[in-house]
């Protein structure tokens, strides 16, 4: 309270002391310190490196709570522009508040600061993904595999968005590609299958849904589908046995 009353009479640099020594009694207040970077700002004595230092703190904590959150960042930015963590949380939190476009300005402008990065890379696609820009998201995985070409993550994320296009020869060929990476990942099994199963490629993707069921038993969608493959090639046994698998570990599987 008396940093505020210092601060309405402008006694900045005042009140600058009473939250100095507020922020000693409770350390952990995030609007003590976010009072005090914001004095140390605005006095006309202000120490622009205190300030910052503050503000950074702050940025690095998780929670801050929707009246701090996105201020603390963006001051956080304003003072340190190369600071690439306060650039990610600034866009969880303006995405959290629905702010999507907002969010790809931020990443864009991390990107323009610090050059490409993997990581922001990245979290822009799945951005874009969310908001169904998929060429978009496309190019930035691409961006991402020319710094990191193993990245067996980025290979499997851009599969599932070249599948989301309809693009099925260019998602199977990054399929192939995370195996060559790791071999160890049913999911990707199973997304060739459903790649055979929708060109029609039935014993192919039998097969590889019984690769996915070899490294994890209880896949209920992988039998479910392997079910599916069964019927289009008639095998009426066969695909009932795979359907009750399917249905005895998931119920409501579809």
């Not at 995030?30 to 490196?49: F, P």
């Not at 399929?175 to 790791?182: G, K, N, S, V």
């Not at 996915?212 to 046995?241: C, N, R, W």
Request: proline share 2%.
């Amino acid at each position: 309270r008396m940093g505020e009353a210092c601060e309405q009479l402008d006694q900045l640099m005042d009140a600058v002391d009473a939250y100095t020594r507020a922020a000693e009694i409770d350390p952990n207040s995030a609007q003590v310190e976010l009072r005090l970077a914001a004095a140390l700002k605005k006095s006309a004595e202000a120490d622009l490196q205190k300030s910052s230092e503050r503000y950074l703190k702050l940025a690095q904590r998780e929670n801050l709570g929707e009246d701090l959150d996105e201020e603390v960042y963006r001051q956080a930015i304003a003072l340190a522009p190369a600071n690439v963590d306060a650039y990610k949380k600034l866009a969880r939190v303006v995405v959290s508040k629905g702010k999507s476009e907002d969010a790809t300005f931020v990443y864009q402008t991390v990107l323009q600061v610090t050059g490409e990065r993997l990581d922001v890379l990245v979290s822009l696609a799945e951005l874009l993904i969310e908001s169904s820009q998929l060429d978009a998201a496309v190019d930035c995985l691409k961006r991402a595999l020319e710094i990191e070409p193993d990245s067996f993550s980025v290979r499997l994320r851009m599969g599932e968005v070249f599948s989301m296009v309809g693009d099925l020869e260019a998602a199977q060929a990054q399929y192939a590609r995370c195996l060559e990476l790791d071999n160890s990942s049913p999911w990707v099994y199973q997304c060739i299958g459903i790649i055979c199963l929708l060109q029609g490629r039935f014993e192919e993707a039998i097969s590889s849904y019984n690769q996915a069921l070899k490294i994890e038993p209880d896949i209920a969608t992988a039998y479910k589908q392997m079910g599916d493959a069964f019927t289009h090639l008639g095998k009426v046994d066969e695909a009932s046995d795979a359907y009750a698998r399917a249905i005895e570990l998931d119920p409501q599987v579809s």
